[in-house]
């Protein structure tokens, strides 16, 4: 795939945007980056949304209201902050889609979704490794230089935990936080317009997995993802990839540093691309 001219890489991964128009980044986008490493989108702290508990360890005795802080001042500034996210909400929506008049939002052929420029920007994103599995490895996340891009990196180690039931270890991930709206309401990502996604990452030759992750319905789905394959060829150069999922992923069972830039993601309404899906030919709820 590397040698695909112009270092444009296509997927043959697509999300029927008209069945899923509503996709929760989770990217654990629902994007997430792991280095089994995956790259992924969370908006409370890990504990929130961690489900592992390592075997052994006691589980929480102390139920979750019982370290809130009853506050009134601090309850009366959370309803100011609230009251004000519904009403930009609210101007938004009456404005058109995603805020914008409906003529551009009809005519739009790309949108950037995260670009990493500031501290802010990085703190959009949840990091994660096997330490919380009594793993090795480490990961961490910056702004590059000049702070032009989000630079990912740390050590992958595959060493599995002694604790007798652990199989496989090795894995960094960096998550986005969950989009939310006022009041912690759950908001999702509209993606109906696009059919690519579009990223400009820099690598250092090692393969990583881009991950959407979907908010199904039924609980048994939950870890359901869409899964797609990056090979980054590394050097100088920056390569730009468009993609039909999203998260990041490495996991190629090789102890050592590892590091991935990224400037943006974004999305693409690609008008030469065709393809309706690449696998899954069947007719959905067919009559019986």
Partial sequence: MSGVPGSILKTQLKINYSNYSEIALNTSFAVEITLNPV?????????????????GA????????????????KGIDYLKTQLSLLKKETQDYLRGPEGNPLSQHVLEQTRVLWQFRSQDDLDKWVISSDVEIGGKSEVYIKLGRNNQAALLYGTLNTEVPRDGETAYSGYCSMRSRPAVGSFNRKKYYD??????????????????????????????????LYSYFMFTRGGPYWEEIKVRTLGFTIGDKVDGPF??????????????????????????????
């Fill in 39 to 55: 790259i992924a989108l969370l908006d409370v702290n890990s504990s929130s949304y961690r489900s592992y508990r390592r075997p």
């Fill in 191 to 224: 993606w109906s317009n696009f059919n690519s996604l579009y990223l400009r990452v820099r690598g250092d030759g090692r393969p990583w997995m881009v991950n959407v992750y979907t908010d199904p319905y039924f609980s048994h789905q939950k870890d359901d």
């Fill in 58 to 73: 006691e589980p929480k005795k102390k139920l979750s209201w019982q370290d809130a802080d009853f506050s009134f001042k």
């Fill in 259 to 288: 590091q991935l830039e990224i400037d943006f993601i974004g999305l693409l309404n690609d008008r030469a691309h065709r393809e309706e899906f690449a696998y899954e030919t069947y007719d959905k709820n067919t009559p019986v």
